[in-house]
């Protein structure tokens, strides 16, 4: 009965570990998916900035379209040309500013990614040692139950 009751204890024991092995597990899992998902949403942003420089250019090329049709023989081509031209060096600042962050997080995210995996490596390397450790003692506790100290009463 005792070798019942402590297998049962050690069965308990062992389940429970396997469930933190679990529960560490889904929270690398979730480090890993929230660390993508920022950048994903980073790029999100990056398109809608672009989108807004884009109507922001179609906005003013359209103020000179009314402005030329009010004043019947006003040309804006000058200006058009200017506001291309400014808007042509923004998206090129944009650009190169977006291209170095994202690029910055992206080798951030490599390196959270190297390091994720050597923590996970090195989690399952200690919950498998541990519980070989487990399993050593609970066998050893088993043989020193099995073993019959009879004393002679001579």
Same mark, same amino acid.
């Not at 402590?6 to 050690?10: A, M, R, T, W």
């Given at each position: 009965m005792a070798e019942t009751q402590? &297998?049962? /204890?050690?069965e308990m024991q062992r389940t429970m570990i396997e469930q933190n092995r679990k529960a560490v597990d889904q929270f /690398? %899992? /979730?480090q890993r998916a929230a660390s993508e998902s920022f950048v994903e949403g980073l790029e999100g942003l990056k398109r809608m900035q672009e989108q807004n420089v884009e109507l922001t250019q179609d906005a003013v090329h359209a103020y000179f379209d009314t402005l030329e049709q009010l004043s019947g023989d006003a040309d804006f081509d000058e200006a058009r040309e200017l506001v291309d031209e400014n808007f042509g060096t923004l998206e090129e600042a944009h650009a190169d500013a977006w291209a170095g962050v994202l690029e910055s997080i992206e080798d951030g995210q490599d390196s959270v990614e190297e390091y994720t995996e050597t923590y996970g490596d090195l989690v399952d390397s200690s919950f498998d040692s541990f519980l070989? *450790?487990?399993?050593? /003692? @609970? @066998? %050893?506790? &088993? @043989? *020193? @139950?099995a073993i019959d100290i009879s004393v002679d009463d001579e």
């Open positions: 402590i &297998s049962g /204890v050690f /690398v %899992d /979730v070989d *450790a487990h399993e050593a /003692v @609970e @066998e %050893d506790l &088993s @043989e *020193a @139950e």
